[in-house]
Nanobody, 116 residues
Framework: QLQLVESGGGLVQPGGSLRLSCAAS????????IGWFRQAPGKEREGVSC??????SYADSVKGRFTISRDNAKNTVYLQMNSLKPEDTAVYYC???????????WGQGTQVTVSS
C-alpha cells in the first residue's frame, strides 16, 4: 500500500495562499527526502522545493514565498504557498526521494490555478 496523495490545490487569486499536503502511506516519510514539483501546460516538470534531514531547499522562483514542512506524526509533508502569482499555475506533484536528487515514487498531482 505504497501511496503519495497530494491535496489542497484549487483556484486562488494572485497574492493569495494555498497549502498543499502530501500524505504518505506504506512507508515512513521521515526516512526519505520529499520533493515538490510542478508542471505547467506546455512546459517541462520543474523542481519547486525539497525537504530532507538537512532542511528545506527551494527553487529561486519560489524562494521567500513558499515554505516546505513535515508532520512526522501524520506522515505528511506540506507546501505553504504565499503571494501566489499566475506563473505558479501548474499541476503540483510530491515525490519520494533520496538526497533531494533521486526520486522513485510520485503522487498523482493536484491542480493549482492562480488567476483573477
Amino acid at each position: 500500500q505504497l501511496q503519495l496523495v497530494e491535496s489542497g490545490g484549487g483556484l486562488v487569486q494572485p497574492g493569495g495562499s494555498l497549502r498543499l499536503s502530501c500524505a504518505a502511506s506504506g512507508f515512513t516519510l521521515d526516512y526519505y527526502a520529499i520533493g515538490w514539483f510542478r508542471q505547467a501546460p506546455g512546459k517541462e516538470r520543474e523542481g519547486v522545493s525539497c525537504i530532507s534531514s538537512s532542511g528545506g531547499s527551494y527553487a529561486d522562483s519560489v524562494k521567500g514565498r513558499f515554505t516546505i514542512s513535515r508532520d512526522n506524526a501524520k506522515n505528511t509533508v506540506y507546501l505553504q504557498m504565499n503571494s501566489l502569482k499566475p506563473e505558479d499555475t501548474a499541476v503540483y506533484y510530491c515525490a519520494r526521494g533520496r538526497l533531494c536528487l533521486e526520486y522513485d515514487y510520485w503522487g498523482q498531482g493536484t491542480q493549482v490555478t492562480v488567476s483573477s
